[in-house]
């Protein structure tokens, strides 16, 4: 018997036969959906360890199982580690899907099926009114809010997850296995409603070749930069961290923010916005915090704010892009705690009115959710909060969205350290959108 042979059953005669048993590669793990912007689609992600097909077998709630099929294709990835792990990462996107019905899914192939999986195609129309739970920064160590998301997406509360940067703590360690981990954790989530992300700085190494091959997200920016619409929002979703990791090369910057200002452009057509009235944003770093970190929003010279000039040519900043283009609202993470802002804009408060300020506001509004749980654990604020900070909060937890209709939108905080009490909400109300709208 060879020695390493010996050593595994010696070793698994001191343990419980359930961890001895050696992993199954065509076994699919990892399961997550994502919308691609493509409407009555949704793609299915999985993860194999061994190169096998790529299917999913699904039909509509309350029919015979499995009558459809669906094909797709699988990517070798490789984490850079020492170990040099190798990965299938398999995508398969399901077509004419009918708006709002749900489907009954598994993925894998003839080598190894996963478990039965629900999800409701997402409703095309304008007058849709979804809702969201939104956060950052959450890891397999202290993911604080997990349990609670988790059983408030089984219960069909949300339609939609937003995880705004900073997966795992971190995705590349121990050679990818933490990964592994994470999004085996969120598969309980992410196998039942569309989980749209965006980088964090967590997500740094091997030039965040973990978060460009584990997720799949709309368009062909690798999941860096993308936008998508639902219900009367047109939700945009791109990298701050690209004015931070230059090596990984300044043209990404560059482009990522001529990306931006021609899909804000061709949301701002007027045949565009009178449909879509909402422009959302979605970054990891914000613009503005209170936080006692020094972190690049404690600093007025923001990078993410107001660009570079230490960059040739200077890189330009997004606080004047995303004002003159009218975005609403804007979800930041990063921070690892809760932060409603006033109105902003150029670090001056410019509230609807004294007694509603989120009426009618004449700035952008901006959230900061980045207290999931991670093993980081809580950042501090400074003593006196600025004039543009309305509430803030240490608590872990995550907020919920809830896209009203054309003219409202609701959001709230919930605690997870006081057993999911709402410690937070308003609604922002807009009764005219777009540039206008600061008049």
């Known amino acids: 018997m060879a020695p390493v042979v010996y050593f595994f059953f010696l070793f698994c005669g001191l343990m419980p036969l359930a961890l001895c048993v050696p992993p199954i590669g065509s076994q699919p793990e990892q399961v997550h959906i994502s919308y691609p ?62 708006p709002g019905a749900t489907y009954v899914y598994h993925c894998g192939s003839e080598a190894g099926w996963s478990d039965l999986f629900f999800f409701t195609a997402l409703n095309e129309s304008t007058s849709f009114s979804p809702k969201f739970a939104l956060f950052g920064d959450m890891g397999n160590e202290n993911p604080q809010s997990l349990a609670r998301l988790q059983k408030e997406t089984q219960a069909g509360m949300y339609d939609v997850i937003l995880h705004i940067g900073d997966f795992a703590y971190d995705m590349h ?14 598969e309980s989530i992410a196998a039942y409603v569309p989980y749209m992300t965006c980088p964090g700085n967590h997500e740094w190494a091997y030039n965040f070749s973990h978060y460009r091959s584990r997720f799949t997200m709309p368009g062909q920016t690798e999941n860096l930069w993308y936008s998508w619409n639902i219900g009367s ?52 770093r914000p613009m503005y915090c209170s936080d006692d970190d020094n972190d690049d929003c404690t600093k007025f010279e923001s990078y993410v704010r107001l660009g570079r000039n230490d960059t040739k040519p200077p890189a330009p900043g997004l ?30 408060v410019y509230n609807g009115s004294t007694d509603e300020p989120y009426a009618n506001p004449k700035a952008p509004v901006h959230i900061i959710t980045g207290s999931a749980g991670c093993r980081e654990m809580h950042d501090g604020f400074i003593p006196k909060p600025r004039d543009w900070s309305a509430f803030r909060s240490t608590d872990y937890g995550y907020t919920r969205m809830h896209l009203i209709n054309s003219t409202h939108i609701y959001l709230e905080q919930v605690s997870d350290d006081q057993s999911g009490k709402v410690i937070d909400s308003f609604t922002l109300v807009k009764d005219v959108h777009g540039p206008e709208a600061w008049l």
């Open 37 to 98: 912007g493509v409407r009555g689609s949704m793609v299915i992600t999985w993860t194999t360890f061994n190169e096998t097909d790529s299917m999913v077998e699904y039909n509509l709630w309350g029919g015979k199982l499995f009558t459809q099929t669906a094909k797709g294709n699988s990517a070798v990835f490789v984490d850079e580690g020492p170990e040099k792990r190798k990965m299938y990462i398999h995508r398969v996107t399901l077509s004419d899907l009918r």
């Open 173 to 186: 360690e121990d050679n990818g296995r933490i990964g592994d981990e994470f999004m085996k954790q969120i």
């Open 233 to 284: 929002a047109h939700v945009i979703s791109f990298s701050t961290e690209v004015y931070f990791y230059l090596d990984y090369g300044l043209d990404l910057l560059f482009k990522q923010y001529e990306w931006l200002k021609s899909d804000l452009e061709e949301a701002n057509k007027p045949e565009n916005r009178a449909v879509r009235p909402w422009i959302i944003t979605m970054a990891h």
């Open 319 to 348: 606080e004047d892009l995303f004002y003159q283009h009218g975005v609403d609202l804007e979800l930041w993470a990063h921070e690892h705690t809760y932060e409603r802002l006033w109105p902003v804009y150029g670090y001056k």
